[in-house]
């Protein structure tokens, strides 16, 4: 079992939706869990960092943690083509290091 | 958030040449820098951590000869491709983080081609 997975996609909504990221880990001893957004041809950047159950919101983004369950989500509300990019999901599994998730590739449509 | 510095954004070199790659951090002190390999349509690859004034962790399978990482300071480290080959050929990226933060903040990376 990876460590961290996330679905690949495509996952394809319209301009305006709601679009719904998703991500488990197997470490249950992980404490801190960000979500990047990196665009083609460039290196992740910061969107989203939650380190206790809940939800958590930023603007648009909210990210959603269920330590019992293991995973940690992440929702774009009015998503815009700009919005299209891979999402990547981290986890800091201690000794400092993040092990990431594959993506998952969204793509907003106008 | 953290600004980090990636030079160069892009470099072609020849087969068998060494390649250096500088990650600096702007505006805070990075204690410890993780440096990632990614080819297309793959996910980041951690490849070393480096904490300044000391030697670097390598990933298994990392050929720490190949890969040299030197953090001499708290804003700069460095990674030489020593000797590439074309397999070599990646999208590098160095990241840093704050001592008493989590977050990682990247750099822009540095898309090295070896012919």
């Known amino acids: 079992q990876k460590e961290v997975e996330q679905n690949s996609g495509p996952l394809s909504v319209p301009e305006g939706a709601i679009a719904s990221l998703n991500c488990t880990y197997s470490d249950r001893v992980s404490q801190s869990f960000f979500w990047y957004r990196q665009y083609s041809g460039k290196s992740p950047e910061l969107i989203m960092s939650i380190y206790s159950n809940g939800d958590k919101e930023d603007g648009r983004f909210t990210a959603q943690l269920n330590k019992a369950s293991q995973y940690v989500s992440l929702l774009i509300r009015d998503s815009q083509p700009s919005d299209s990019a891979t999402y990547l999901c981290?986890?800091?599994?201690?000794?400092?290091?993040?092990?990431f998730g594959t993506g998952t590739r969204l793509l907003v449509s106008p | 958030g953290a600004v980090v510095s990636q030079h160069p954004s892009w470099v072609i070199c020849k087969s068998g040449t060494s390649v250096k790659i500088e990650c600096r951090s702007l505006d805070f002190q990075a204690t410890t820098m993780f440096w990632y390999r990614q080819f297309p349509k793959q996910s980041l690859m951690l490849m070393a951590t480096?904490?300044?004034?000391?030697?670097?962790?390598?990933e298994q399978g990392v050929e720490k000869d190949k890969f040299l990482i030197n953090h001499a300071s708290l804003t700069l480290s460095t990674l030489t491709v020593t000797s590439a080959h074309p397999e070599d050929s990646s999208f590098y990226i160095c990241s840093a983080r704050i001592a008493w933060s989590p977050e990682a903040f990247f750099g822009q990376g540095t898309r090295l081609t070896v012919v």
């Open positions: 480096s904490n300044e004034g000391s030697k670097a962790t390598y």
């Open positions: 981290a986890v800091n599994t201690g000794f400092q290091k993040l092990v």
